[in-house]
T-cell receptor, first 114, second 113 residues
């Protein structure tokens, strides 16, 4: 059974640009969550999607957005990139609600903003 | 705001020794998760603890959950070098809000021969 996949794995952008990251969940999983990991702030929840709807959202500015498609694949977008957006972005999928269901994490996309 | 505190944040130990990592949290959640992360890698799920008194074991690792004390422990028995990694606990309090998993800062574990 294939795991969670994320593309691209590495990305270098400059300040002010925008970026789109993609996540394909495990087959059959309907919930996708996104997390940001930085050395300073650790792992922080961005948002969670289920059946194409954003169900939960963390405390991030509106520059961070996402969506989910009918096949459960998800994308997140960061506009007007700032240096502080450099991070490892992790996507996790679970069968249904991430509550009571184990989340499986993808390999992450490492974003560097110059 | 849910807070999750792990200690220690850094641990260097010798092979063959036992040690415990502690995870305290500030909510009444009964859903706690342990993850392992190797350098440059993603998170690997170790344990899912969904009720008070839950205890799970896998190899040299054992995790437990005490929801009354708001405490989970990850016990390492007879440590081996391959267990060197960063270990995170995470609490799910989505019933009270909309914050997904809240992670501790992680325990960076180095096991020396």
């Amino acid at each position: 059974k294939a795991g969670v996949t994320q593309t691209p794995r590495y990305l270098i952008k400059t300040r002010g640009q925008q970026v789109t990251l993609s996540c394909s969940p495990i087959s059959g999983h309907r919930s996708v969550s996104w997390y940001q990991q930085t050395p300073g702030q650790g792992l922080q929840f961005l948002f969670e999607y289920f059946s194409e709807t954003q169900r939960n959202k963390g405390n991030f500015p509106g520059r961070f957005s996402g969506r989910q498609f009918s096949n459960s694949r998800s994308e997140m977008n960061v506009s007007t990139l700032e240096l502080g957006d450099s991070a490892l972005y992790l996507c996790a999928s679970s069968l249904d609600s991430p509550t009571y269901n184990e989340q499986f994490f993808g390999p992450g996309t490492r974003l560097t903003v110059l | 705001e849910l807070k999750v505190e792990q200690n220690p944040l850094f641990l260097s130990m010798q092979e063959g020794k036992n040690y415990t990592i502690y995870c305290n949290y500030s909510t009444t959640s009964d859903r706690l998760y342990w993850y392992r992360q190797d350098p440059g890698k993603s998170l690997e799920s170790l344990f899912v603890l969904l009720s008070n008194g839950a205890v799970k074991q896998e190899g040299r690792l054992m995790a437990s959950l005490d929801t009354k004390a708001r405490l989970s422990t990850l016990h390492i028995t007879a440590a081996v070098h391959d267990l060197s990694a960063t270990y995170f606990c995470a609490v799910d309090d989505s019933g009270g809000g909309a914050d997904g998993l809240t992670f501790g800062k992680g325990t960076h574990l180095i096991i020396q021969p």
